[in-house]
């Protein structure tokens, strides 16, 4: 089969690295790639952006591509799901309508409300004046969220009604343009945060293993969200009994309320997750893969990727289950200066042909310059390593980091270490 993964990040670098390793996989595209998938075996990039569905559609066509697997939201938010099979075309992803739990932060608080799935108490808003009314009402910490998407970006932790107050303000005077003209304010709650992604075909799924994510820039988890520095596998506060209360409180209710409401959902499905001393809360939806969670997540898949994505595309999901490797694994993500506000862009990465079995390096924002390898956007590599112990993993890929050079690069130094040994 040929393969046609769209999107040009870290997820889709691991993504198509492993479905270049299926026996059924004659080749692996990426549209448009990058410039570590430009250097992997049966993997080939097309130089095709990933929102440019029309084109996407004359690709799979002209390159008789088997089956399309989506890796960002923007398209699948787009409908490009909905444009590939309406021209006959495989495509793995939800419908444009389902995939509004990630495309509207509005429209999920509503779903999960209705389908009496476990999240924080929250409130919509478009007018300034009433949304400080309701902090001033219940003050306290709070989440404000823009409610489109804004690359993982439109979201800020308010320690007080000043800092929401502010995050409020800003976001519904455009710091956000349209994604933030709707706002979703949310208590903040307290726990232990945790990544839980399937692979759905209707009321059918496989779970991949759990994951932790750092969405704070700074060690510490102090600095600005960004789409995420770095993240383990599997994560350190989910246990088997807690994992069958996430599958049978959360997951299975999510997939039969899509049911409940029209959507036959095919693809994966990621909750992010707060494990609170009242149980698993669900923070939010995805509608794919996790960036930069699907790295170590793929690093442990001993399942064959293609023959499961290509089962779930075409409603054939039911009995499958999932190989994984038992020894953990970790990722840090290697950052342009200053990211994630105004990440420089265009600088030469040394390093990465130096021989590390231990590590591999997933190529996020980079291309391919003259035969030099340059940055191309704010998180520019992801270096992950499975281990014998979480502690070994880390120890595999900071090692590696210190043998690439970008000027001005920045990385934590405690992805893994957060104290999240226990749950509330």
């Known amino acids: 089969m040929k393969i046609l993964i769209v999107g040009s990040g870290g997820r889709e670098h691991a993504l198509a690295w492993k479905a270049a390793q299926s026996p059924l996989a004659s080749e692996v595209l990426v549209a448009p790639g990058n410039a570590g998938t ?13 929102t440019d569905i029309a084109a ?4 799979a066509r002209r390159e008789q591509v088997d089956l399309t697997i989506v890796g960002p939201e923007a398209p699948l938010v787009a409908g490009i799901v909905d444009r590939f099979l309406e021209e006959g075309l495989p495509c793995l992803g939800p419908t444009a309508a389902a995939a509004r739990l990630e495309g509207s932060k509005s429209f999920a608080k509503e779903f999960l409300t209705r389908h009496g799935i476990p999240t924080a108490r929250h409130a919509t808003f478009t007018d300034l004046a009433a949304a400080t009314r309701y902090l001033k009402d219940h003050p306290g910490a709070h989440v404000v969220k823009a409610d489109g998407l804004a690359s993982g970006k439109g979201v800020v932790v308010a320690d007080d009604e000043k800092a929401a107050l502010e995050a409020a303000t800003a976001m519904l005077n455009g710091a956000f343009g349209e994604a933030g003209r709707r706002i979703v304010i949310e208590e903040r709650l307290t726990g232990v945060e945790a990544s839980f992604i399937v692979l759905a075909d209707g009321l059918d799924y496989v779970a991949f293993p759990t994951s932790e994510d750092h969405k704070r820039r700074d060690d510490g988890d102090r600095g600005p969200n960004t789409g995420g520095m770095g993240a383990f596998s599997p994560a350190s506060a989910v246990d088997a009994p807690l994992e069958v209360v996430i599958r049978h ?10 049911k409940a409401d029209g959507h036959h959902y095919r693809g994966f499905l990621y909750a992010g997750l707060m494990l609170t001393a009242n149980g698993p809360k669900v923070l ?17 898949l001993r399942s064959d990727l293609v023959a499961l994505t290509h089962a779930a595309a075409h409603g054939r999901l039911a009995g499958a289950t999932l190989e994984i490797d038992p020894r953990p694994a970790l990722c840090v993500v290697l950052a342009a200066p200053g990211y994630p506000a105004a990440p420089r862009l265009g600088d030469v990465i040394e390093g990465l042909d130096t021989a590390d079995f231990q590590t591999k390096v997933f190529h996020a924002g980079t291309r391919e310059d003259k035969g030099q390898v340059r940055s191309s956007g704010g998180r520019v590599l992801g270096v992950t390593s499975l281990g014998a112990t979480l502690e070994e993993a880390r120890e595999h890929v900071y090692r590696r980091l210190g043998t690439i050079a970008l000027d001005g690069a920045l990385y934590r130094r405690d992805i893994g270490r957060r104290p999240y040994g226990t749950r509330p």
């Open 284 to 300: 939010e939806f995805n509608c794919r893969f996790g960036d930069p969670e699907t790295q170590p997540i793929m690093m442990r």
């Open 249 to 258: 409180e959360i997951i299975e209710p999510t997939l039969r309320g899509l």
């Open 56 to 59: 996407l559609i004359a690709t």
């Open 38 to 50: 430009a250097r992997e075996p049966k993997i080939r990039n097309c130089p095709v952006e990933a």
